[in-house]
C-alpha cells in the first residue's frame, strides 16, 4: 500500500510559489471531526497528493494537451492541419518571393486557405468525429462482432451510463438509494478533497467522481463475470428465453444476473458472441486445458480495447477518401461567391490595385 508519507516528502510548489499541504490539511480535517483514517482513505489522499505535485509542474497548456490525448491521432491532425492552413499557409503564399504572380493573384490564393481550413473544421471533422461515434456505439452495443467492447466498456461509457442512471434516480428520488450501492471505502477522504476549493492545481476528483469509480468498478467485474461464463460454459448449456422484448439467459441451471445493464443482449446477438470467442469454438485452443483457457480469457479481456483502437485508425483514413473528396467539392462551390464578396475590400486594404484586363482587338496579323 501506498503511505501519506511516502509522497509527501516536500510541500509541492508552482514556480517557487508554495500551494496548500494536502496531508497536513486532511490530518487536521479528520482529527477535528473525530474521525479516522481507513487505509483506503489514505491510499486516496496518497494519489491525490501525487496528483498534486504533478499538475502543480504542469505548463498552463496541460489542459489543452490533456484533451487533445483523449482524442483520436486523426482529428488531432485535422486540428493541427486546419489551424497552419488558415494561419502559416496565407502568409506563405502572400510573401513567397519565388512566386511569380500579381499581388491579386496571391492574396486571392492566400484567401482559399482559411475558407479550405473551415470546411476541413466544420465538414471533414464532423464526419470524423460521427463516424468515429457510430463506430463506438457499434463496439459498445455488440454490433461489430470482432470489436464486442460490452465485456470490457471504456471509461467514457462508463461515466455515461452512470450520469444516465443517476438522473433517472434523482427524477424518482432515489439518488441516495443509488448511490449507496456504490459507495466507496475512501468517501470520506473524497468528501474532504471536494472542500478543498484553494487547492488551485488539485486535479478534480469531487464525491461525484469517487462514486463513479466505484461504480465503474462494479460495473466491470459484473460485466465479466457474465461474459466469462458465456465465453467458458458448453454451448449446449446455453438457453435463451425472450419474453415481452425481454431477454433472459440461463447458462445451465444459473440465470445470468444484471443483463439490463448491457446493451444489446439479445439472442441473436449472444449467440454471434458465443459462435465467436466461446472456448470451443476457438480453433486451437484445448477447452480442457485451464491455463490455455485462462490465458485466452484474459488476453481477451485485456485486448479488445486495445484491438478497437487499431481498427479506427484503419477504418478513419479508408473513410476519408470520399469526405476528402466531398470536401473538395463544396470548397470549389463555396470559394467563388467568397472571394467575389472580400477580394475587393481585401485588395483596397493591402493597396492592391486590380489587373486590368486585356480587350481584345479584332484584326491584325494573326
Known amino acids: 500500500m501506498v503511505s501519506v508519507q511516502s509522497v509527501n516528502n516536500s510541500q509541492p510548489t508552482f514556480k517557487g510559489r508554495k500551494v496548500v499541504n494536502l496531508a497536513e490539511e486532511a490530518v487536521k480535517s479528520f482529527k477535528a471531526a473525530g474521525k479516522k483514517m481507513t487505509q483506503a482513505d489514505k491510499d486516496y489522499l496518497a494519489k491525490q497528493i501525487t496528483k498534486q505535485k504533478v499538475d502543480a509542474e504542469l505548463p498552463k497548456a496541460a489542459g489543452l494537451y490533456k484533451l487533445l490525448a483523449r482524442k483520436d491521432g486523426e482529428i488531432q491532425n485535422q486540428l493541427l492541419n486546419a489551424l497552419f492552413t488558415s494561419t502559416l499557409a496565407p502568409t506563405m503564399i502572400y510573401v513567397n518571393p519565388f512566386v511569380k504572380k500579381t499581388p491579386e493573384q496571391k492574396l486571392k490564393t492566400a484567401m482559399r486557405q482559411p475558407v479550405s481550413a473551415g470546411i476541413a473544421c466544420s465538414f471533414s471533422l464532423g464526419t470524423t468525429l460521427l463516424i468515429n461515434k457510430i463506430m463506438e456505439h457499434g463496439a459498445n452495443s455488440g454490433y461489430i462482432p470482432s470489436q464486442d467492447l460490452r465485456m470490457n466498456p471504456s471509461e467514457a461509457l462508463l461515466k455515461k451510463n452512470f450520469k444516465k442512471q443517476l438522473k433517472q434516480a434523482k427524477a424518482v428520488g432515489k439518488e441516495a438509494e443509488f448511490l449507496s ?6 468517501i470520506e477522504m473524497a468528501k474532504f478533497i471536494e472542500g478543498q476549493k484553494k487547492f488551485k492545481f488539485q486535479q478534480k476528483a469531487g464525491i461525484e467522481n469517487a462514486y463513479f469509480e466505484k461504480f465503474a468498478e462494479v460495473q466491470t467485474k459484473n460485466r465479466k463475470e457474465i461474459f466469462e461464463k458465456l465465453m467458458t460454459a458448453d454451448v449446449k448449456d446455453i438457453k435463451y428465453i425472450e419474453k415481452d422484448g425481454k431477454t433472459t439467459i440461463k447458462v445451465g441451471k444459473e440465470t445470468l444476473k444484471n443483463i439490463e445493464d448491457i446493451p444489446n443482449m439479445t439472442k441473436k446477438s449472444v449467440e454471434k458472441f458465443v459462435k465467436r470467442f ?7 485452443l ?8 485462462s490465458n485466452y480469457i484474459e488476453n481477451t479481456f485485456k485486448n479488445v480495447g486495445e484491438n478497437f483502437k487499431n481498427f479506427k485508425k484503419m477504418v478513419n483514413p479508408v473513410i476519408g477518401i470520399p469526405v476528402a473528396v466531398v470536401a473538395c467539392l463544396i470548397l470549389n462551390a463555396v470559394y467563388p461567391p467568397f472571394r467575389d464578396k472580400f477580394a475587393p475590400p481585401l485588395m483596397k486594404l493591402f493597396g492592391i490595385e486590380p489587373a486590368k484586363k486585356e480587350v481584345a482587338v479584332e484584326g491584325g496579323n494573326k
Open 181 to 186: 450501492k456504490y459507495t466507496p471505502e475512501h
Open 286 to 293: 484445448d477447452a480442457k486445458d485451464g491455463k490455455a483457457v
Open 278 to 284: 466461446n472456448i470451443h469454438n476457438v480453433e486451437g
